[in-house]
């Protein structure tokens, strides 16, 4: 992919600007020409009407996440929520009529054959991701994922081939490089203000969700819901891993889930993972399930540095958590008493992913969230698992556009 990138000014022009996109129609209308020419629509999904002037969006997944991405995308200019579907048909109706969508489906064969849309945004159970980015890909639609994009390296690599075949785009969360707090990092990095980079640690962990099963089976865990933040900010920051070394375990084998009772807990709830960035460079990055916190899942009462990076010169801390940043602290051998920056948002909130995808698709732009950060952040993954399996360090073989701002 040739990087256009799109920095976090130039965005908000372009979102206050999104009547814009009326103009830019044309750029949705050949590019769904184009994908419609190389690759026909299967007959269930051909009645694609011409392309509207906003972007259409499906959701498929209406639990708890969902309530977050909806009223967010709901306020978009440039989007338009055309359909809601879940397994479980209440859902879908509870959030059609919560936010006026009007067609809702209990299935994704009956989405993908019913009103036309541009960008299915997947807030589905981690497991099912990867089949269904695959299917709506499979019928020329735009993804926006939750984490993880794929179950593993090579399927979601596969994932990316058929998009590029199919004439659309795929991208997947979590959306932390798009704030502030990690710009300026990154640029405090590239500065060189903290001499010769060392060493960097990063910790995300609660006492795991209570209303679904999923997290804690197969294919679930605290690495892709919760470390994966981390690691994508760990990465973005120092660059791609090299190799991985990780230690998890099952702290709690059964949980007490709503409405389902005792289950039985397969997949990590406790991560230790040592990722080696090259030219000396080390990061560690601690998540789980079973961790006290006092403050939930709220992120905004968080003030510790939940991400510290340090080196010959200099220390940095992300104060909060990297998906719900307050501010950055840094002391430098010049300035050795700690200094506040970005304790501002800036507009960036963690759920913006799936409405800035939108943006792209109006403009054609790329934006900072790439998939092959993704895919990167998906290999550590498995990898930890694999060190954890072996007991052995495990080489990674992908690797992403870096450093994130060219
Ligand atoms: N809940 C949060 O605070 C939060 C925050 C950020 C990211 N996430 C991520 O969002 C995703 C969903 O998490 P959640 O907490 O909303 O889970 P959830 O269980 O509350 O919601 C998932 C929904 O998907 C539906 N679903 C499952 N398989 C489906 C299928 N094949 N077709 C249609 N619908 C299907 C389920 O019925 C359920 O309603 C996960 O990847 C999670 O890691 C959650």
């Known amino acids: 992919m040739v990087p256009n990138k799109l920095d976090r000014r130039t965005f908000v022009e372009q979102s206050v600007a999104a009547g814009a996109a009326v103009a830019l129609a044309p ?64 859902r879908a109706k509870k959030r059609a ?12 064969d009956k989405l993908l054959a019913g009103a036309p849309f541009d960008l299915l945004v ?14 709506a890909l499979q019928a020329g639609k735009n993804v926006w994922s939750e984490k993880p994009i794929a179950n593993s390296l090579p399927a979601g690599q596969e994932l990316l081939a058929l998009a590029k075949k199919q004439g659309v785009r795929i991208w997947g969360a979590p959306a932390v490089v798009m704030s502030p707090q990690f710009a300026f990092m990154a640029k405090t990095l590239a500065a060189g203000k903290l001499g010769r980079v060392a060493a ?28 994966v933040y981390n690691l994508t900010t760990l990465t973005g920051l120092l660059g791609p891993a090299k190799t991985v070394t990780a230690m ?37 990055v601690q998540c789980g399930f079973n961790y006290f916190n006092p403050h939930g899942h709220e992120g905004k009462h968080e003030t510790r540095h939940t991400v ?13 958590y990297d998906w719900e940043p ?48 993704a895919l990167h952040v998906l290999e550590i993954i498995t990898a930890a698992r694999e060190s954890q399996a072996t007991g052995r360090r495990i080489a990674l073989t992908s690797t992403f556009n870096w450093p994130v701002f060219g």
């Open 27 to 90: 750029l949705i209308a050949s590019a769904a020409e184009q994908a419609a020419q190389t690759n026909p629509a299967p007959a269930s999904t051909a009645k694609q009407a011409p392309p509207a002037k906003k972007i259409r969006v499906a959701i498929i997944g209406c639990g708890s996440v969902s309530g977050v991405y909806m009223p967010h995308l709901s306020k978009q200019p440039h989007v338009e929520l055309v359909s809601a579907c879940d397994i479980i048909p209440e």
């Open 97 to 108: 009529e919560e936010f006026h969508i009007p067609n809702q489906y209990p299935h994704i």
């Open 122 to 135: 997947n807030t589905t159970d981690m497991q099912e991701h990867e089949r269904l980015n695959r299917q």
């Open 200 to 227: 960097a640690h990063a910790d995300y962990g609660h006492t795991g969700p209570g209303w679904s099963a999923f997290f804690y089976q197969k294919l679930g865990g605290s690495l892709p819901d919760l470390g």
């Open 248 to 284: 998890l375990s099952i702290v709690t084998p059964t949980r007490q889930i709503d409405r389902v009772g005792k289950i039985e807990v397969t997949e990590e709830d406790n991560a230790q993972v040592l990722l080696d960035h090259g030219n000396g460079v080390i990061s560690h």
């Open 308 to 320: 510290s990076i340090v080196g010959s010169q200099g220390y940095m801390g992300l104060v909060g």
């Open 326 to 373: 307050l501010g950055v602290d840094l002391a430098t051998e010049s300035k050795p008493g700690f200094e506040r920056h970005v304790p501002d948002a800036a507009g960036y909130v963690w759920q913006q992913g799936a409405a800035l995808a939108a943006n792209c698709l109006l403009t054609g732009n790329d934006m900072l969230i790439t998939p092959e950060h």
